[in-house]
């Protein structure tokens, strides 16, 4: 308290002799530390996007019924909490400025009336048995709320609210842009005309390539003026180039040696085993599969295990191979006839119907199952061609439980139990059937030990006490000891992979904390993988500098030249030539042809676009050019037009709409583009 009193003192007299606006500044900057990121400078706290992230995970396991999640899953929920946060700060704002507002009576009609919510219709909780929306159910999940002690369900239905409410924004808004989108009389008429006239065109090109000529040059006044006009090319996000060794910890000749030891004397227990299920339970690195495996499936394992099943019986085992660092051995469980796949109906009996289960089954082996199905069954799944359709079933689609139907017989009704009640059930149809294998398959992967976790770990650590955070050190070290040194560019501050490697969070979380130059100590990953990093550049958000893209610039600006100055030069050697033919022959080439060019698909026939679009506005039977287009010089004369009447007004205005279909997608990165968003939860999450 007295270190807290002082500081507050400090404070105080430092804004005597400190400017106000200075003082808010380090104040600012001090806060601003433990920022996640900001929305139109407005920075959001750790506090409070934990916040918001512990909400969502909330509702996720609410929604799940799971009490967890794994990485994959608290990412997109991490996701969705900044994305709430843009669409609060940012979207809504904008939609509402618009004029755009939600009613009482609105929303008790996207929530009880005629005109349920997308949200609503969506959510499972709501379907009822027979596959469609419950407004029932609605109702009873409202009043269930004040029954429940433990406040979920108002979580929930509030999470559910804020959506239809934002979905119900959405939808106003893009409707009001749909209904202001306004094709005029005349675009109208240039639409159809576009889309209903064909050129047939006679052209010769020159291409003039894409190598550079050294007789063409380029200032640098050229390049910067090229780059401030066409500024908005340049924009980039914040990110880092690096180079880096790996090393992979993988077991040494010793260890392998030693693990082929200890699974050879597995392999003797593993073949005497009566129940190869809990053996491969207890030693194997891979479970008991019971899938039966037919001719070639064996093969996307180990050539070994198709090989040894080709002519194997029941108990026959297969002495143990190697494969790269793991060991495998197998042994024949099972071998049957059985088909790929069979069409199974059933009836589903639950609770108190299950006692009727008998009686049915009698009934169902002479009368008309589908009626008996309509009747009886608990599955009234509207979308199937009969009612008890449950369709063909394979070893890999197949409901826990009904695995018997693939050893039945076309035409064979009998009753099973799953875990959703007592069956009846007719196998219709049956593939045709086929010799199968059930295969126990031991596995084991060698490990490497410590002394050769030690032995890598003492590479790595080499090239980093060499390198002594220099980059130059870095580098020698690294062709010293013979090492690669692998280049990895424009990687994001929160980026979690690198090249092929996953997990390599703490790599680029250096990366963000350095400066260019540096070289990392050792960063373990997976606890396999020891990186040596260095930092080469650094790309700032905003625009890309100049020096970054010159080069490019300079290049680009050479072939523009290159194509104006194979222009002027054809323009010389045809002089003289009023026909196309002409143009050919001095130019020594020969005359193509090309019909059915249309302005309206300005890729239609891998066309050059500059050329369609110059044929577009060119009169007919006069020599044209020359065009410089993206891939070469034109000339061209157009031997005759076509106009139809097949594109009508009605597939104008629809194109026009899908136009704006297209368009809406990207509405909210439009709305968002200039409202400053800083991400910077890389920093913690």
Do not use: C
């Amino acid at each position: 308290m007295g270190a807290f009193i002082t500081a507050l003192i400090a404070i105080a007299l430092l804004s005597f002799v400190i400017d106000p606006s200075t003082l808010q500044s380090a104040m600012s900057m001090f806060s601003s530390k433990y920022d996640v990121g900001s929305i139109g400078g407005e920075g959001i706290t750790y506090q409070e996007y934990q916040q918001k992230v512990d909400y969502f995970t909330k509702i996720y396991q609410i929604s799940s019924g799971t009490t967890s999640s794994d990485e994959q899953t608290q990412e997109a929920i991490n996701n969705t909490a900044w994305q709430n946060e843009i669409t609060n700060r940012v979207l809504v704002p904008a939609i509402e400025s618009a004029g755009i507002t939600l009613g009482d009576e609105e929303l008790y009609d996207l929530t009880q009336g005629a005109n349920i919510s997308p949200v609503l219709m969506s959510e499972a909780s709501f379907i009822g048995e027979d596959g469609q929306f419950s407004k029932q159910r609605v109702v009873d999940f409202v009043q269930a709320i004040g029954q429940d002690a433990s406040g979920q369900l108002a979580m929930y239905w509030n999470f559910l609210e804020d959506n239809i409410e934002k979905d119900q924004l959405f939808t106003k808004y893009l409707s009001l842009l749909e209904h202001s989108t306004y094709m005029s009389p005349v675009e109208l008429n240039k639409a159809i005309a576009n889309n209903n006239t064909t050129y047939n065109v006679d052209f010769v090109v020159r291409p003039f390539g894409f190598s550079i000529d050294s007789t063409i040059t380029v200032s640098k006044q050229e390049v910067a003026d090229y780059y401030e006009k066409n500024k908005e090319n340049f924009k980039q996000v914040e990110s880092r180039d690096l180079e880096y060794v790996v090393f992979e910890v993988v077991p040494s000749e010793a260890d392998l040696e030693a693990a082929r030891e200890d699974f050879d004397k597995t392999y003797g227990e593993f073949v005497a085993a009566e129940n190869v299920k809990n053996f491969l339970a207890r030693n194997s690195d891979a479970p008991f599969n019971p899938y039966f495996y037919k001719e070639g499936d064996l093969k996307t394992i180990a050539t070994e295990l198709e090989d040894f099943a080709a002519n194997a019986k029941v108990g026959d085992a297969l002495a143990p191979f190697q494969q790269e660092n793991t060991f495998i051995a197998a042994k024949v469980v099972d071998i049957k006839q059985m088909p790929d796949s069979v069409f199974v109906k059933h009836i589903l009996l639950q609770g108190a119907d299950e006692a009727k289960a008998d009686s049915l089954l009698n009934v169902a082996k002479k009368g008309n199952f589908a009626e008996l199905a309509a009747v009886w069954s608990a599955d009234k799944n509207p979308n199937v061609a009969e009612a008890g359709d449950l369709g063909w079933m394979t070893q890999q689609y197949m409901i826990p439980g009904m695995e018997s139907v693939l050893d039945a017989k076309k035409g064979d009704v009998f009753t099973l139990k799953t875990q959703y009640g007592t069956h009846i059930v007719k196998v219709t149809d049956v593939t045709k059937a086929m010799k199968k294998m059930q295969v126990a398959i031991l596995v084991k992967e060698a490990v490497a030990s410590k002394t050769t976790y030690s032995d890598f770990y003492a590479k790595a650590n080499d090239i980093a006490t060499k390198s002594e955070g220099s980059i130059e050190k870095f580098n020698a070290a690294a062709k010293e000891m013979n090492v690669p040194v692998y280049p990895a560019v424009r990687v994001l501050p929160g980026a979690k992979t690198l090249a092929n490697y996953q997990h390599t969070r703490e790599i680029s979380r250096w990366a963000n904390e350095s400066k260019i130059g540096d070289v990392s100590p050792i960063i373990t990953v997976d606890n396999k993988y020891f990186f040596v990093v260095a930092l080469t550049n650094i790309h700032p958000d905003g625009y890309a500098a100049l020096n970054e893209v010159y080069t490019d610039v300079e290049n680009f600006l050479k072939v523009e030249k290159k194509g104006q100055k194979v222009a002027q030069e054809t323009k010389a050697a045809i002089a003289g030539a009023s026909t196309i033919e002409a143009v050919a022959e001095k130019l020594g080439t020969t005359v193509s042809n090309q019909s059915g060019i249309a302005f309206s698909s300005l890729t239609s026939q891998q066309l050059d676009p500059k050329f369609i679009g110059a044929v577009a506005g060119s009169p007919e039977n006069t020599l044209v050019g020359p065009v410089v287009g993206d891939i070469g010089v034109y000339y061209f004369t157009i031997k005759g037009k076509e106009v139809g009447a097949f594109y009508t007004e009605d597939d104008a205005k629809a194109r026009n709409s899908q136009m704006f279909t297209s368009i809406s997608q990207v509405i909210p990165v439009i709305l968002t583009e200039g409202a400053e968003i800083k991400d910077e939860r890389y920093k913690f999450f």
